[in-house]
């Protein structure tokens, strides 16, 4: 049983955790950085605890501060969220000698997964297809590979993941060269020069598969689109997954289930698959060990709160949902409300919200620790909200997030509100199952189109 | 604290009244709820209360880094880079690597001088203007607000 919950992270993601430990009857214990010592977050929590200063490297990041705080506070268990230390098999340690309850897998399955070679030869050994490709020491290596995969590929860190560390190579001649810049790239950003090749599958949607695990049993929720996406970073998604024939949807969430029995996985967690939708064909990306971002449209549409399950998991609870009672209802969308400029090429736009008015009503949640008066700090990532709506199908869906979207009003730092609502009323999307590179044609588009103005 | 759930009820029930305008306070928040002019649906507005509620006295927030108030009488007609953003100042690529310029080096508009990193994203400064850098007024890390001063470089005589 959880008494006491630290929660080792901030923003939207701390909220949603405290808020529902709350209604839960456990107490909460935020650790803060000097940046966010007056945020929402930090006045809603039963007690905060200053961690560090504003650079997350010294605080958000920092290991030993946040396992030291959530002791000193006699937290029981620790909540690390996303991003920062959520999927650190090192915090999961630390926690352990500590005698605190991680919440989420354990220290081994992390390793594991953050291995990405290590979690490609899982899902390889579970009967999950992976892209081809493999591990490569040498450019001689590398080049024989490559004679089996064709052009283009995709060199990636094995120590990366969240689509950092990737690089794309279109042709032979840029082969040594992006080779040689990736495993150096690769060992400053992960400490790991080890890269791995694979075929670079062009035009494909991204698809993931919601899991909750109690190293026994696990059960999936249905499949999420993240296809909506700039620079690997995700903007809008939506579940399910629109398009896909039955049949493919089966085998899709089969084989995650089937990673996830493999690693007798524990807690919340998520297997990324690239789709090749033309040949009904799916490759395995990575696993997300950690709750994500875009879980509140599976939880819109299952009814399932995916914070309680996992802070009962962490606590020792046996799954309490059965593959067979889980049914999924309607369609859900969320749009990431950033601080970003529209105007100057979405750059980050850090500041102090003057105003932050937000849609409300049936079928809408919003996300969110912005309020008028907040500090956007330059510090962290760019997330304001998440405005996240259900309705029975997806066409009603989308209406609906695009009433929500006029209705919010966000000043003092600037915000992608017209890019959201530029992406709901294309007709490429209202169709469904767009790819990963269509975000990216989109704003090429429109920098075309604004040109073309311009100039005449 | 209010779910979305908790909302979507308190609308049900003033959807069917010809309230405009709902607020709800307690201790630890107020919420305003609105009917959108517009016509179609309603909007919230969320203010919480009070400070946070620290187990331990914070320590007094690190002081800002001071940026050095270089004399800009100094260097005559020479111009200034100023941060297009705020955020982390970088003088080179990444930890361990060679600056991208050090004072003396010649520069074109286009030479990226340093990056600034702001909400995880890296972004480049470019010199803006041919010349010689005479001045760097950051040091590696430091952080900068929007429009500070940088750089300096001096251009060549033509």
């Not at chain 1, 897998?105 to 594991?112: E, F, G, Q, R």
């Not at chain 1, 029975?392 to 919010?408: F, G, S, V, W």
């Not at chain 2, 004399?71 to 600056?99: C, M, N, Q």
Request: proline content about 5%; aromatic content about 4%; some cysteine.
């Amino acid at each position: 049983m959880i008494r006491r919950l630290f929660v080792a992270n901030r923003g939207e993601i701390a909220l949603r955790i405290l808020a529902g430990a709350q209604r839960l009857g456990i107490e909460t214990v935020l650790g803060v950085s000097d940046a966010d010592l007056d945020s929402v977050p930090a006045r809603l929590a039963d007690r905060c605890v200053r961690i560090g200063p504003a650079p997350a490297a010294h605080s958000y990041l920092d290991i030993g501060a946040v396992v030291a705080a959530a002791s000193g506070a006699a937290a029981d268990a620790l909540h690390p969220g996303y991003g920062f230390l959520s999927e650190s098999a090192a915090l999961a340690r630390a926690c352990e000698a500590a005698g605190l309850i991680f919440v989420g897998p354990t220290a081994a399955t992390l390793a594991a997964l953050g291995d990405k070679l290590m979690a490609r030869q899982h899902a390889v050994a579970a009967g999950v297809p992976v892209v081809p490709g493999a591990a490569v020491a040498s450019l001689a290596e590398c080049e024989h590979l490559v004679r089996t995969l064709g052009w283009p590929i995709l060199i990636k860190a094995v120590g990366g993941g969240g689509g950092r560390g990737l690089r794309r190579v279109e042709a032979p001649a840029q082969l040594a060269g992006q080779l040689e810049l990736a495993s150096s790239e690769a060992n400053a950003a992960f400490g790991d020069p080890r890269v791995y090749v694979e075929r670079y599958v062009a035009d494909g949607r991204h698809i993931e598969v919601q899991l909750l695990g109690d190293e026994t049993d696990v059960v999936h929720l249905g499949t999420r689109d993240c296809s909506v996406q700039r620079r690997y970073q995700k903007l809008v998604e939506e579940a399910p997954a629109p398009g896909l024939t039955a049949a493919l949807e089966r085998r899709i969430t089969d084989a995650a289930v089937a990673l996830g029995r493999r690693l007798r996985y524990r807690g919340a967690g998520t297997v990324e698959f690239l789709i090749d939708g033309r040949r009904d064909e799916f490759y395995f990306l990575e696993v997300n060990a950690r709750i994500q971002v875009e879980h509140p449209v599976t939880e819109m549409i299952s009814g399932c709160d995916l914070v309680a399950e996992q802070l009962a998991i962490a606590a020792g609870s046996a799954l309490r949902i059965t593959q067979q009672r889980l049914s999924m209802r309607g369609h859900a969308i969320e749009c990431r409300i950033n601080a970003e400029d529209v105007e100057h090429g979405l750059r980050p736009s850090p500041g102090r919200v003057s105003r932050a008015v937000f849609p409300a009503g049936e079928g809408i949640r919003v996300d969110t620790h912005i309020e008028a008066g907040s500090a956007v700090p330059p510090f962290y990532d760019s997330l304001l909200a998440k405005i996240i709506v259900r309705a029975a199908d997806r066409a009603a869906a989308i209406e609906r997030m695009a009433a929500a979207l006029a209705l919010c009003d966000i000043t003092g730092v600037a915000v992608n509100t017209s890019l959201l609502a530029r992406i709901l009323a294309d007709a490429q999307f209202r169709d469904g199952a767009v790819d990963t590179g269509y975000l990216e044609r989109l704003l090429a588009a429109d920098d075309r189109a604004s040109a073309r103005s311009a100039a005449g | 604290m209010l779910t979305h759930d908790d909302v979507e009820e308190i609308l049900r029930l003033l959807d069917a009244t010809p309230v405009e305008e709902f607020e709800l306070e307690t201790e630890h928040f107020k919420l305003t709820l609105r009917r959108s002019a517009a016509g179609g649906g309603w909007t919230q507005e969320r203010e919480t209360h009070g400070a946070a509620p620290m187990l331990a006295p914070a320590a007094p927030a690190a002081a800002a880094v001071a940026a050095p108030a270089t004399a800009t009488t100094a260097h005559g007609d020479a111009i200034e880079i100023r941060a297009p953003l705020v955020g982390s100042f970088y003088r080179a690529p990444k930890p361990g690597a060679a600056p991208f310029v050090e004072i003396g080096s010649l520069v074109t508009a286009d030479t990226v001088v340093a990056i600034i990193e702001t909400m995880k994203l890296m972004n480049s400064v470019y010199a803006g203007a041919d010349g010689q850098v005479v001045d760097i007024c950051i040091d590696d890390g430091g952080f900068v607000e929007q429009h500070q001063v940088l750089m300096r470089i001096r251009p060549l005589e033509s």
